[in-house]
């Protein structure tokens, strides 16, 4: 959902206070110099007044709809993390800008079983409770999106092969160690590739990450796999 806070407040404030110091400005100008009104009543005031605060409500309204939608066109409608499209546009952003960064891959291990055994709505729940205990873990500045499905990624800026995987394994034991709304235990799976600079495109990047993700499958699950040496 999208956060109402503090910030909606001070929207409003700021808007009425702009609205309301320009219009009654404006206002006081036209009555003293265009007008040439020189007996000078407070009283002339109101009706600017009314309309710097409509004027006021109505810029805030639009400022804060304006940025519930850019909130949601960048997030998962189920998980809240943010969707597919923005963190491809964060990657590409990092490619180009020749940035260090690592890419995480990560996959709900046996996440089929838990929608055959206790239906679709209990595997959303799942996906909440996962993405919740990423979002806790995580670092601040990483950056945690949806894929698709049971796999999700994290792009961790600043960060080499080696803190990227003590990064994921932090995540793969709380996840472990967690008690899903199902009341089994899950796990998940990690692949992890390192941004090579002046080297690499987004693709590149992504495919060494999914054959490392591919490799703690097959190995047995529940393990961090970084990309091979090539």
């Not at 009314?50 to 109505?58: D, K, N, P, R």
């Not at 994921?168 to 008690?179: D, F």
Request: aromatic share 10%; with cysteine.
């Amino acid at each position: 959902m999208y956060p109402k806070d503090l910030n909606v407040v001070l929207v409003y404030v700021k808007s009425l206070l702009v609205s309301f110091t320009l219009t009654m400005a404006a206002a006081f100008l036209q009555i003293k110099i265009i007008l040439g009104i020189t007996d000078f009543k407070a009283l002339y005031l109101l009706a600017p007044a009314v309309i710097a605060l409509g004027f006021g409500i109505l810029a805030a309204r639009i400022i804060i709809l304006f940025n519930e939608l850019k909130w949601y066109s960048i997030r998962d409608q189920l998980t809240n993390t943010f969707n597919h499209g923005y963190y491809k546009q964060v990657l590409n952003d990092w490619c180009h800008e020749n940035k260090t960064f690592s890419l995480i891959l990560m996959d709900i291990d046996y996440f089929k079983k838990v929608n055959d055994l206790y239906g679709h709505q209990v595997g959303d729940k799942t996906l909440i409770c996962i993405s919740e205990l990423v979002s806790e873990t995580k670092r601040l500045y990483d950056v945690f999106a949806r894929h698709g499905g049971e796999e999700f990624v994290i792009l961790a800026p600043r960060t080499d092969l080696i803190e990227a995987e003590d990064l994921a394994n932090r995540i793969r034991k709380v996840i472990r160690e967690a008690t899903m709304p199902s009341g089994d235990k899950l796990t998940c799976s990690f692949g992890v590739a390192e941004y090579r600079l002046d080297r690499d495109s987004p693709s590149v990047l992504f495919d060494r990450a999914d054959k490392a993700l591919y490799e703690s499958k097959h190995n047995g699950r529940d393990r961090v796999t970084l990309e091979k040496e090539e």
